[in-house]
């Protein structure tokens, strides 16, 4: 197994907040890391700063090895890393399918070749078997602003898979989903990680969701690291209980 | 869309063509005239709703490439004793690569920021066309343009160029129709929609963006290169700021966004007022009203309008 994130004193700071106070750790290949958090923690800002969105003021991220610090969103996803955003991201004025087409078009060929060649980008065959693993194929020809919230969320994170990524940070992927759809969500994020060997990184609040899908849980607490390991052993840690997860 | 839909769209479509082919047989040289400026303009706010419709990048500039490929085609062709489609070529290289640099600030400011950019600079290049008596003659501009011959055959007649003005719209439509339901079409939808998802999908935003400037800006330099022989004379005066609002109501009205859009845009603007004239001093005052009613009631333009109507169908 090899490393396939590695974060190193990652710290950000806004003014005299900091917010990300010198994070380190690893992802292996195949993982699925749990990230959580009282709200505020940094969790989101982590992410963020891993993902270009923002420049970090202090710290390393590497990539199979690669140093990444502070690349350019596009240019990292297009090196395999994939991300999705605690608030709903989608395009709605696009199809369903075109949405999936997007999330794929770019990972192939030059620029001048998407213009000459084919308007799908030869993605419809792989855009119908996502449509299918996520069961959205009814709704394949809709505007996508026009689905439930719920669909809205699966397609999102269908999107998140489209290119095959080879490591996918999903920052709160169970918010506001019903009970059924989450079951059907963790399923399928289960499956992924099975069949495409995809490593993840999932930043959670539904408790439940994130002991049942991860294999290693990450704690943060005003930016730093509190506490790693497996979900019981998480569950069980009295700095955990005290910072956020409260007695019961 | 539904079948019904396709085959009304459809039919409205033939429609049109039978009438643009056929129109300028029962019309007086003048009529010619506005029908060739609506193919010309039309071109120009092609090239705007690429930008502002399918980018979501707004700009008050298209005049002054419009101005840029007129002048270029105009000196050209009378200073310069060039042939006609050097120039033609000319403008919208010319203006593709201005357009490029014109959106980098885009790249910084959104919205009403990067539309005062755009109006600046809409503004400079007028004061270009006016003030560098050297280069563009200022206000005495540049009479006598050329109309080109294509394949030996004159276009000097009203009638003759009419339909070389038209079959340049339909080359033009059929470039943006390809380019819109290219994956370009599809990612300059998606920096309007949501740059931030588009970029984490490994979207280059920039360099789309910038794509979005130089296409939009390259279409006004042909409706320029259109524009100097059909007038054959022309001084900076159209190019002012007030064309490219003109333009920015075309593809408003007509529905932004909507590949059909500018066409029916193009009607409301060069067209109507023409129509219109019976009413004499009143009709710019009733042409006004009109436009405050239709952008109160629908919004989205005509074409969104029809959308609507016939989703019912």
């Known amino acids: 197994m090899s490393t396939v994130l590695e974060v190193r004193d990652l710290r950000k700071s806004f003014g005299g907040i900091v917010a990300v106070d010198g994070v380190s750790f690893d992802v292996e290949e195949k993982e699925i890391l749990g990230i959580i958090g009282p709200n505020g923690s940094g969790k989101s800002t982590l992410f963020n700063c891993i993902l270009g969105q923002l420049q970090p003021s202090a710290g390393d991220v590497r990539l199979d090895g690669r140093a990444v610090t502070g690349m350019r969103p596009c240019d990292l996803n297009r090196l395999g890393v994939s991300r999705t955003f605690q608030l709903l991201q989608i395009f709605p004025h696009l199809t369903v399918r075109a949405n999936l087409i997007l999330a794929g078009q770019e990972h192939q060929g030059s620029m001048l070749s998407r213009l000459v060649g084919r308007p799908d980008a030869g993605l419809s065959a792989a855009a119908e078997r996502m449509l299918g693993f996520f069961r959205l194929e009814h709704l394949a020809d809709e505007e996508a602003g026009g689905l439930s919230y719920g669909q809205q969320k699966l397609l999102d994170v269908a999107m998140a898979f489209m290119a095959g990524p080879r490591l996918a940070l999903l920052d709160e992927p169970a918010g506001g989903v019903n009970p059924t759809m989450l079951a059907n969500l963790r399923e399928r994020l289960k499956a992924i990680n099975a069949k495409q060997g995809s490593t993840f990184v999932v930043i959670e609040h539904n408790m439940e969701f994130v002991m049942a899908l991860c294999d290693r849980i990450l704690v943060l607490a005003e930016g730093r690291v509190i506490a790693q390991g497996t979900p019981a052993e998480v569950r069980a840690d009295p700095k955990v209980i005290e910072a956020y997860l409260g007695r019961s | ?313």
């Open chain 2, 1 to 313: 869309m539904s079948r019904r839909r396709s085959l009304l769209f459809g039919g409205l479509l033939a429609l049109a063509g039978v009438f643009l082919l056929f129109a300028p047989l029962g019309l007086k040289p003048y009529g010619i005239f506005i029908l060739s400026m609506w193919a010309v303009m039309t071109i120009a706010a092609i090239g705007l709703n690429l930008t502002l419709g399918y980018a979501g990048q707004i700009s008050l500039a298209q005049a002054a490439f419009v101005g840029i490929g007129a002048y270029i085609t105009a000196w050209l062709t009378t200073k310069g004793a060039w042939p006609f489609w050097p120039t033609y070529v000319l403008g919208f290289a010319s203006c593709f690569v201005v357009g490029w640099v014109l959106g980098y600030p885009a790249l910084r400011v959104q919205h009403h920021y990067l539309a005062f950019v755009t109006l600046a600079f809409n503004t400079l290049v007028y004061l270009i066309f006016r003030n560098e008596e050297w280069l563009t003659n200022g206000i005495y501009g540049i009479s006598n343009v050329p109309r080109p011959s294509l394949f030996g055959y004159s276009l000097k007649g009203a009638k003759e160029f009419y339909y070389f003005c038209l079959a340049n719209l339909v080359f033009v439509s059929a470039a943006a129709w390809w380019l819109i339901r290219s994956p370009w079409g599809r990612a300059f939808v998606a920096v309007r929609e949501n740059p931030i998802r588009a970029l984490s999908l490994g979207v280059d935003t920039r360099r789309y963006t910038l794509m979005a400037f130089a296409i939009g800006a390259g279409l006004g330099g042909i409706s320029g290169a259109l524009y100097a022989p059909l007038t054959q004379f022309i001084d900076p005066t159209p190019f002012a700021l007030g064309l490219s609002l003109n333009l920015l109501l075309m593809v408003v009205l007509g529905g932004s966004g909507y590949f059909f859009g500018p066409f029916l845009g193009a009607i409301v603007a060069v067209l109507l007022p023409e129509w219109l004239r019976f009413a004499q001093g009143y009709y710019l005052m009733g042409y006004a009203v009109l436009v405050m009613v239709m952008m109160a009631f629908w919004p989205t333009g005509l074409l969104g309008l029809f959308d609507r109507v016939t989703r019912r169908i």
